[in-house]
């Protein structure tokens, strides 16, 4: 760019001297070029400072035009990412819930015979799991509410099934219950929990799951009182699938940081931030 500008304002100048020459030969008329010096100048100097605006023009509206462009990029990027974000969203579905779905159906079906009313019990919690976490859409967004009594509903089924070996509380103050939140990213942390922790214990043990807000930062705690870090150390499909969600959704501002939980156990806390949920 910067060298057409050059091009052009040497073809002007050439373009004057040959006026000139034009002007003196032809018709006679001959300028005095040094009374007209600083017009001639000024006429020099405005041509230069027009090119140079022309070209500044130029140059920004191109620069905004790469900027535009970038930005469809950058849109585009984020869209297909948003894409593999709700088909990875759909897999894990697809693998947590068959398992899940026919050893329930099995426990439920033997206790209608040996225990109605615990089948019963049963079969209501297997009911509101599925409504909540099948029965929608699972948009990218739902509330920390919602996503509780999905757990709650998840972790009554097992205790069913385990009955004095599972014991969990839920802590989650009312100012957070109404908070937005990503689906499907607790249950597979308290899935590992019960998977890893609790059903190989003998005694089993217990799951708490917090919620408490630090300035801009949502802090979900799933602890357990289970095995600890023995059968953790490789972590599992649905610790990956929770850990690349939060990277795509918050970037480097949504962790799962998994870690001990003295005396014993393991304590599993998911951070995002608030502004943007």
Not at 42 to 54: C, E, Q
Not at 156 to 163: F, G, L, N, P, T
Not at 194 to 222: C, F, S, T, W, Y
Request: some cysteine; hydrophobic content about 45%.
């Amino acid at each position: 760019m910067f060298i057409v500008v050059i091009d052009v304002c040497c073809a002007v100048l050439i373009g004057l001297q040959i006026c000139i020459f034009i002007l003196q030969y032809f018709f006679n008329i001959v300028l005095d070029l040094q009374a007209n010096a600083l017009g001639l100048q000024m006429i020099i100097g405005g041509l230069l400072f027009s090119f140079f605006g022309v070209y500044f023009f130029l140059t920004k509206i191109r620069l905004k035009y790469r900027n535009e462009m970038i930005d469809k990029e950058k849109t585009r990027r984020t869209d297909m990412e948003k894409e593999n974000l709700s088909a990875n969203l759909k897999v894990l579905q697809a693998q947590i819930e068959p398992h899940f779905l026919f050893n329930t159906l099995s426990n439920i079906l033997s206790l209608i015979d040996t225990k109605p009313d615990t089948g019963k019990s049963m079969l209501l919690d297997l009911t509101k799991y599925l409504r909540t976490s099948l029965s929608r859409t699972l948009p990218e967004k739902t509330t920390l509410s919602q996503e509780i009594s999905m757990i709650k509903a998840y972790l009554d089924i097992h205790k069913i099934r385990m009955d004095e070996r599972l014991n969990y509380k839920i802590d989650v103050p009312d100012n957070l219950w109404q908070h937005s939140f990503p689906p499907m990213l607790l249950q597979p942390l308290v899935e590992n929990t019960i998977k890893h922790g609790l059903e190989p214990k003998v005694e089993g043990g217990e799951i708490v799951i917090r919620a408490i807000q630090e300035n801009d930062l949502l802090k979900i705690e799933v602890a357990d009182t289970g095995l600890g870090f023995s059968d953790l150390d490789k972590p599992g499909l649905g610790i990956t699938n929770v850990r690349e969600r939060l990277s795509l959704l918050f970037g480097d501002k949504g962790r799962l940081i998994i870690e001990e939980n003295k005396p014993h156990g393991v304590r599993a806390t998911i951070e995002v931030p608030v502004s943007e949920l």
